[in-house]
């Protein structure tokens, strides 16, 4: 069975996205019922849900939101990334608000659409480490380029349990490996970092990708940080600009041919169910 670390749910009735209207193939509702529906066919016993990148003032009533979704009978949610901003100086009441909550798993404030200096902000890093101590994880979302600012706040916070998103963001497509491939070997280096293996599809063409395309980058990530620091993910929907969940769902299976079921495990389940404490 699979642990999906990365679902997002999208209701614009229910909460405000100000980053949609820029987009087109995101810019719907993305329901938790469409999401169940296809995730219990294809072996997902659980999810964690991935913060979306509410508007700021609306982030605890995201939680909120979820926690509904969690409540239902029989409900795949098992917890939740909330957004933060380490930057702001109530970090702190928020952080121990939070940890209080226990739906929240982890945090995550999307670093890879705002300038390199949010991150180099001493408020921003001082808030970080706040984390060292908790059950709470940080998720790390940054492009190839960012990757050495990313390696940089896990220097500053040894004692955190960081999650680096979706294989560190290659660009696929373009077939550009460097400077992907040094800098995840590097990140890799660093014990309280875990890869997580989540919707790659997305970032390779949607018209023509095969699995031999986005199996070095996978390989790659599964092999720098080992098989105990690796987790799975189907970043739904975000996987639907390369496919379908269940695409996402077959490539991994098919690309986990020859490995144990030892090794499977982890991957799959076994590492999220450690990390999340689920």
């Known amino acids: 069975m699979i642990i999906d670390t990365h679902l997002h749910v999208i209701d614009r009735t229910a909460l405000s996205y100000p980053w949609l209207d820029g987009e087109t193939a995101l810019n719907h509702d993305f329901l938790y019922e469409r999401y169940e529906a296809e995730a219990r066919r294809v072996g997902v016993s659980g999810s964690l849900h991935m913060e979306v990148d509410v508007a700021a003032d609306l982030i605890e009533a995201e939680t909120d939101f979820v926690a509904g979704l969690a409540a239902r009978p029989s409900s795949l949610i098992r917890g939740a990334i909330s957004a933060c901003r380490p930057e702001n100086a109530d970090f702190p009441e928020f952080l121990q608000r939070q940890i209080a909550n226990p739906l929240i798993r982890g945090f995550r404030r999307v670093l890879h659409v705002m300038p390199d200096a949010l991150s180099e902000q001493p408020l921003f890093r001082e808030n970080l480490r706040r984390l060292g101590g908790t059950r ?21 916070a040894p004692d955190v349990q960081f999650v680096l998103d979706h294989c560190g963001v290659p660009d696929i497509s373009g077939k550009a490996e460097q400077p992907w491939r040094g800098l995840i070997s590097e990140i890799a280096r660093r014990p309280n970092v875990t890869g997580k293996i989540s919707g790659v599809i997305a970032y390779a063409d949607a018209e023509s990708w095969t699995l031999e395309t986005i199996r070095p980058w996978v390989e790659h990530t599964i ?14 929907p975000v996987c639907t600009m390369g496919g379908t969940l269940s695409t996402w769902v077959a490539a991994t299976r098919a690309l986990l041919e020859g490995t144990s079921s030892g090794e499977q495990e982890k991957l799959l389940s076994a590492n999220a169910r450690r990390i999340w404490r689920l």
């Open 136 to 156: 709470m994880a940080f998720d790390l979302c940054v492009l190839p380029h960012q990757l050495d600012k990313a390696i940089a706040l896990v220097d500053l």
């Open 223 to 236: 092999a720098a940080f080992g098989w105990d620091r690796v987790v799975w993910g189907s970043d739904w």
